[in-house]
């Protein structure tokens, strides 16, 4: 392609780009002066002369004080739970478990999966939470698992009737989790 022709469709672009600057469409705003279509915000010549960035912010300073109470420093994260102002919920650990009604079953079958489970411990009242281990190899039951009640009264009467069941040809053992330690 000639260097003529190039020339020629930057300018057919360059005529368009300026219509469209007429016709009252703003091209670019400057994000440090504020004009528009005259300039980008990398060459504002003006951008020596702009306020410093910390006026433009409506919100009062945070205090030396009230930052070392935080024990944030400049430039350091903090998560939103951690801010000033956040409301503190009385279980600090929002995904924590109840392990108050939580039962350990052991000694199923490599076949049983959770929707067995549930239908076993169900009969007792509303359960709330069913996890059989699963081994992540090969895919079979790894001999364990957790049911958690809704009421401590239920999960008492499922430990009472199914400890010693005989369940899919082996003797299950019902007792309650011993809660994880950390």
């Known amino acids: 392609?000639?260097?003529?022709?190039?020339?020629?469709?930057t300018k057919i672009a360059g005529d368009n780009l300026a219509q469209l600057?007429?016709?009252?469409?703003v091209l670019m705003v400057c994000r440090t002066c504020g004009k528009k279509g005259d300039h980008w915000t990398s060459r504002c010549p003006y951008k020596d002369l702009a306020q410093p960035p910390e006026t433009f912010i409506d919100k009062p300073a945070a205090t030396e004080t009230a930052m070392a109470a935080t024990g944030a420093t400049k430039g350091a994260y903090v998560p939103p739970s951690m801010r000033a102002g956040a409301?503190?919920?009385?279980?600090?650990?929002?995904?924590?478990r109840n392990e108050e009604n939580s039962v350990r079953v052991t000694n199923l079958s490599e076949d049983t999966r959770e929707p067995d489970l549930l239908e076993l411990f169900r009969t007792f009242g509303p359960v709330s939470r069913v996890y059989v281990a699963i081994d992540q190899k090969t895919g079979v039951s790894r001999g364990f698992g957790f049911v958690?009640?809704?009421?401590?009264?239920?999960?008492?009467?499922a430990i009472n009737k199914l400890n010693g069941y005989g369940y899919d040809n082996l003797i299950l053992r019902v007792e309650w989790a011993t809660p994880r330690s950390n």
């Open 1 to 9: 392609m000639p260097t003529g022709a190039k020339a020629d469709e």
């Open 21 to 25: 600057g007429k016709g009252g469409a």
């Open 87 to 96: 409301e503190r919920t009385v279980g600090s650990d929002m995904r924590r």
């Open 148 to 157: 958690n009640f809704v009421s401590k009264e239920d999960a008492e009467r």
